[in-house]
């Protein structure tokens, strides 16, 4: 209930009830005071705070500016470029967004703390005075009375009527000054409506016009999220499947670590102990040696890990002689002595072992006996760019083009490794090998033919693209600019040896064919890329850092697939200059990111192959296929029973993403993200059970996954995969995004749906149904 109104007619009664009314209007001023005294201090401590986390954030955004990453290797790919710069587009956006909320801070004192101040202080303070004033008045009034009815009524009359008199000014000035009160206090509740009320709605629009700055911040920043979130993806794919690779390695070098030495410039290179004379004796000081055996130079670098690294400048000596040191003319052991023809007397040298001596001495051309320690670790067979090396290829490329071109999964699904040595024992024999007019026979499974290409490829002395080549192959795949990456490797095929290009060229002309049915086979470029990578341009030496270059080589097989016309059926142009080189990365760099489909990578990584038989360079190859073949038709027969899931570690299946003829372009790169290629079916968590020996299943489309259950004409569908519109009429959207009234569309291979109150196209094959 409202306070009553204070009547100007009471201020002459002055009545009880006149004074109780006035008493709770004034009541209620200070109950106000005191409130708007606690709200100011209340919104300089919010105001504070609000800068306090300002300073905070800002301070935030600079850390996450100043890291950078450092990828393994010497190039990153797209993905891991996008990655490395999200920090810095993070902390821009925290930027601009506590640039706002300064404004909005400096904006609050302004329009929130003055105005309720200056309320207080000018009308509520009038208020109090005007009180003070009407109580002064009050008791002069009353005193005034009081001592005018003592009067004698015996004075003269003329006293009588000058005390009337005064006492009637007195009344006239406390009646006015009680109306002033009044008018002020009344005055005062009404003005506190608005110039109370006021500020505080300027604050808060304030608030809100921050808020709405962080909104729109969101929608601009929706675009790089969108393509960081496909990259965070593409580069857990691509960690799962090298840190598998890596572990492989680990465990052979645990097994067996001389058989992987790292190839070194040096004849030999290793810790060795030198005797050293001092003052007080000798010492033997450890030194890490190196030696070559052409110019006979040996370098001594005195280290210590126990002591700190480095303990003495580097000694480069030239080799007189070396021999070895008997056992018992010295309390050491594995000992031998080195002259040398810059340094007068004899070098004592101390070997970690006897084995370890021996080689020192073998590489010196010590008096020991050699010993020929150089393994031959290569596991090729006879395999040669002959004429019966062509034919056998040339059969296997017929086969399949002719019978089984569409078969799901080409190239992954491994063959049983006792059928493929069989097949490949019949076509490598001299006495029908020679036979161009002779077809592989029907009786011979599609799988088994393939993996017996792949594996008479790996039975070549050295790789089909050559060992020599290799490292400028993936020097021109780590180029920033597409261009440039193709122009390189143009150039790069044409100085290979005629047969290899030749052999070459056959091939990436079949591969072509086999990703134009990439809707059928499942084997885009990309696919193809990750099999006939580490076949056709395997190192020459198993290293990590060779293990984190297969995505580099899986790019160069992309390249020759997708320009095969080009690279091998016209002359290279003239290889650009170093400043020409240098010019066209900087216009590269200088140029907007690359979008999700202009990205050259799509990696996909499997399970590890079992088959002990396949070798080592096709441990990539042999998974993948062995892990499509017992997947894809349970993945594409029920999505309800099994959930992909971006985030697993070994995605098995392609999921199809259908093209629109009426509004897509002609040719989609088979490399883009929201291509065919992408994204792909995850494997479950849990390892399913694998065949190599099972026969081809029958192909199903997978559109039937999707609408074995959809019979309802509207419901309601989730987003299995995130998804960049490339058109108006399609949604953009994030995995796990739900859509209303989803319903088959017009066009053959998308569904219609409503996301935010906007109705467009969804691939069905990216969503399940709920």
């Known amino acids: 209930m409202g306070l009553p109104a204070l009547e100007f007619s009471d201020c002459c009664l002055d009545s009880p009830h006149f004074r109780e009314t006035l008493k709770s209007h004034e009541a209620e001023l200070d109950k106000t005071n005191k409130f708007i005294k606690e709200l ?83 009308q509520i303070g009038a208020a109090k005075e005007a009180k003070k004033k009407y109580d002064k008045e009050t008791e002069k009034y009353y005193g005034v009375l009081e001592k005018h009815l003592n009067l004698s009524s015996k004075k003269k009359e003329s006293q009588l009527q000058e005390a009337d008199s005064q006492l009637d000014l007195v009344r006239q000035h406390f009646y006015e000054v009680s109306l002033e009160y009044v008018f002020k206090v009344q005055e005062v509740q009404e003005r506190k409506m608005f110039e109370f009320v006021e500020p505080l709605l300027a604050f808060l629009q304030g608030l809100f016009t921050f808020y709405h700055h962080g909104y729109e911040l969101a929608k601009d920043f929706s675009d790089f999220k969108m393509q960081l979130t496909i990259s965070i993806q593409n580069t857990r794919n691509r960690f799962e499947g090298t840190r598998s690779e890596v572990e492989s390695l680990m465990k052979k070098m645990k097994e067996n670590p001389l058989e992987h030495k790292t190839i070194s410039p040096y004849t030999m290179e290793g810790y060795l102990y030198v005797q050293e004379k001092r003052h007080f004796g000798t010492s033997w000081v450890k030194h890490y040696c190196t030696y070559e055996r052409d110019s006979k130079q040996i370098t001594m670098v005195p280290f210590d890990q126990k002591s700190g690294g480095k303990g003495g400048e580097d000694e480069l000596v030239t080799l007189k002689s070396c021999t070895r040191r008997k056992t018992d003319s010295i309390e050491k052991r594995f000992c031998f002595d080195v002259e040398a023809v810059d340094r007068p007397g004899v070098i004592t040298m101390q070997a970690l072992s006897e084995e370890d001596r021996r080689l020192w001495m073998e590489a010196m051309d010590g008096r020991e006996p050699v010993y020929n320690s150089n393994k031959d670790s290569q596991t090729e067979g006879t395999a040669q760019l002959d004429i019966i090396g062509f034919n056998i290829i040339k059969k296997c490329i017929h086969a399949v083009e002719t019978r089984g071109i569409n078969e799901q999964g080409l190239y992954r699904i491994v063959g049983v490794n006792s059928r493929v040595q069989k097949l490949l024992s019949i076509l490598m024999d001299p006495k029908t090998a020679s036979e161009t007019e002779t077809d592989i026979c029907a009786e011979w499974e599609i799988k088994t033919i393939t993996s017996a290409l792949k594996t008479y490829l790996r039975m070549l002395p050295g790789p089909l693209m050559m060992y020599q080549f290799q490292r400028s192959f993936i020097k021109a795949a780590k180029l920033e600019n597409q261009e440039s990456r193709v122009s ?137 296929e062995s892990v499509i073949s017992s997947n894809a038709n349970s993945i594409l027969n029920s999505s309800s029973s099994l959930q992909p899931n971006m985030n697993s570690s070994d995605p098995d299946l392609d999921v199809l993403k259908p093209t629109r003829p009426s509004s897509l372009p002609p040719n989609p790169s088979p490399t883009s993200p929201l291509s065919p290629s992408w994204p792909m079916f995850s494997a479950p968590s849990s390892p399913m059970p694998t065949s190599s020996t099972s026969s081809d299943s029958s192909p199903i489309r997978p559109e039937e996954a999707v609408h074995e259950d959809s019979s309802t004409p509207f419901r309601k569908a989730k987003a299995l995969y995130a998804c960049k519109a490339e058109h108006d009429s399609e949604l953009s959207f994030t995995a796990g995004t739900v859509f209303d009234n989803v319903h088959p569309s017009q066009e053959p291979g998308w569904l219609e749906g409503t996301l935010n109150g906007k109705t467009g196209l969804i691939p069905e094959n990216y969503v399940e149904f709920l």
Not at 47 to 68: M, Q, V
Not at 88 to 102: C, G, H, K, P, S
């Open 488 to 624: 390189e490797i143009h150039g790069l095929i044409h100085r290979l040896p005629e047969k290899n290009r030749q052999m070459l060229q056959l091939l990436m002309n079949h591969l072509a064919n086999v990703a134009k049915n990439h809707k059928q086979n499942l084997m885009t470029v990309a696919n193809l890329g990750v099999v006939f990578g580490p076949t056709l341009l395997r190192p020459q030496e198993e290293t990590v850092a060779a293990i984190m270059d297969i995505k580099f080589q899986n790019i160069v097989i992309e390249i020759l697939i997708e320009n095969h016309e080009k690279i091998f059926n016209t002359v290279p142009d003239t290889p650009l200059t170093n400043a020409q080189l240098h010019l066209s990365r900087k216009k590269s760099g200088d140029s907007k990111p690359p979008s999700c489909s202009e990205r050259p990578l799509t990696l996909f990584h499997a399970m590890q192959s079992t088959e002990k038989q396949e070798q080592r360079n096709s441990i990539i190859n042999s998974s993948l």
């Open 40 to 122: 100011i201090k209340d919104g300089k401590s919010l105001i504070s705070a609000l800068k306090n986390l300002s300073s905070a954030k800002r301070k935030f955004a600079d850390s996450l500016n100043e890291f950078k990453f450092q990828c393994i290797g010497d190039a990153e790919t797209d993905d891991e470029m996008c990655i490395a710069r999200s920090l810095q587009e993070f902390a821009t956006v925290l930027r601009n967004l506590e640039d706002e909320r300064i404004r909005m801070i400096e904006n609050a004192s302004d329009v929130l703390i003055t105005p309720l101040e200056k309320f207080r202080k000018e």
